[in-house]
């Protein structure tokens, strides 16, 4: 990378680190790590950021860091921020280029830990970003670790949900053989309810672990959703089953990164029109500022403040209805709504309709005796323990928000906890 030095240098290194502190949710060590780049000690560096992360090559490119790390940083209060997404990924690529790794970094550790808890066995259900960490930490721990996986390749959605334009898959695979060097075993084509049973592993394990993920769709419920053409967003990208796109229009519904990975996929798959609907305003939206304005480069159009209200068409998708809305204030809301504008509908032509708007867990989930919330996820306490005992869960499957650093938090403190609980037995 072009720079780093420069980048390095521009870090204050102030006392109060809100990069850290407030905008991480991994709560890396940002200054410390950056000011090893400055010295040229890049091992130290990775160091470092090995205390609270394994997904640095990951997270340094596609992390939203302008509402995070890099939206917190004091720099950018009045000029630009720190590029610390860049410093981070540059030391992770360093690292791996120049042989160092997690097992090296952490080989006494382990050693001793194994002293405690060398005997004790953990499974993991899912290799996401949640599994991974989790299945790192538990190795640092000393514990024996087992990933059971769907598919015959770890990463999750870091594979399947985010584009190769925005995450080259050689990075996942590094970060993915990185962790696994730690000893870590994998079972892969484990489905959990088909070749898998949580009763059996429950006998064979001391702790589960699971973090599968929630990779369905959530619909909006309006007149026409039913009709062909009308497709999840998480499962497009997921098994990769597009239509031919050549010359149709397309909307999406969402504003999240999912939202703006999908049109902007669907766009470089020759679709003549690709249109995103959103129901607040451009500030509003959870996806990434530089997501947005890549989208509008490569000729995405973006339909703020307004919602889909039925879609028509005979047996498959012709026509959307939409409306405009306006932001209010309610009362006891810290958030502007959106609120419909009557007598504002109009009609557009589309082929498809794509929807974006956040996941639900699998419908399995509700049969394996654990207690569920409101939204289908399954609870947890402060300690990621669900209801039945020596399970835990993390990740979107537990209602973690959705980014890959929060689900590698949710990863990483499940270990920790399950180490813990380990010690006491």
């Known amino acids: 990378m072009e720079g780093i030095k420069e980048k390095a240098d521009y870090c204050l290194n102030c006392k109060v680190k809100p990069c850290s502190n ?26 470092i950021l090995c205390k609270t992360t394994v997904l640095q090559g990951v997270c340094g490119r596609i992390c939203p860091r ?30 791996m280029e120049e042989g160092n790794s997690l097992s090296k970094v952490w080989s006494e550790e382990i ?4 002293k405690v808890l060398g005997d004790k066995k953990v499974a993991i259900i899912g290799g996401g970003p949640a599994g991974l ?12 670790v087992t990933i059971y996986e769907k598919y015959d390749y770890l990463g999750g959605l870091l594979v399947h949900g985010i584009p190769d334009f925005r995450l080259d898959k050689k990075i996942v695979k590094q970060t993915v053989d990185n962790i696994l060097d730690l000893g870590i075993k994998v079972e892969y084509g484990k489905v959990l309810g088909k070749n898998l049973n949580l009763d059996d592993l429950e006998k064979e394990y001391d702790a589960i672990f699971l ?7 959530s619909k909006m419920g309006v007149e026409g959703e039913e009709l062909d053409g009308v497709y999840g967003g998480n499962e497009l990208l997921e098994y990769d089953m597009h239509p031919n796109y050549e010359g149709k229009v397309v909307a999406v519904a969402g504003g999240g990164n999912v939202a703006m990975d999908c049109a902007r996929t669907i766009k470089r798959l020759g679709a003549k029109e690709v249109k995103v609907v959103y129901r607040r305003a451009r500030e509003q939206m959870p996806a990434e500022n530089k997501e947005v304005e890549e989208a509008m480069e490569e000729g995405v159009e973006f339909l703020f403040q307004n919602n889909i209200v039925k879609i028509t068409g005979e047996n ?11 932001l209010v204030q309610k009362e006891g809301d810290t958030r502007l709504s959106p609120v419909n504008v009557e007598g504002s509908n109009y009609i557009i032509d589309a082929d498809y309709v794509v929807m974006a708007l956040g996941a639900n867990p699998e419908s399995f989930v509700k049969d394996l005796n654990l207690s569920l919330n409101k939204w289908g996820n399954i609870e947890v306490n402060e300690n990621y323990e669900t209801s039945r005992p020596r399970i835990y869960a993390g990740g ?4 973690v928000r ?22 006491e037995a």
């Open 133 to 144: 960490t989790a299945a790192a930490f538990l190795a640092k721990g000393g514990v024996e």
């Open 66 to 95: 302008q509402k995070q790390c890099q939206g917190s940083c004091v720099r950018g209060i009045k000029g630009e921020p720190v590029a610390i997404g860049d410093l981070e990924a540059f030391v992770f690529d360093k690292t």
């Open 211 to 217: 973090a599968f993920g929630a990779n369905c769709s």
């Open 402 to 423: 959705g980014t890959v650093a929060w689900a590698a938090f949710s990863g990483r403190e499940a270990a920790k906890k399950i180490v813990e609980k380990l010690k």
């Open 111 to 114: 050693k001793e830990n194994k």
């Open 22 to 47: 407030k905008g991480c949710p991994l709560h890396n060590e940002i200054p410390d790590f950056i000011k090893e780049v400055k010295e040229g000690n890049i091992d130290k560096a990775y160091e």
């Open 316 to 326: 498959k998708v012709e026509k959307l209805e939409l409306i405009k809305t306006e």
């Open 396 to 399: 979107d499957l537990a209602g």
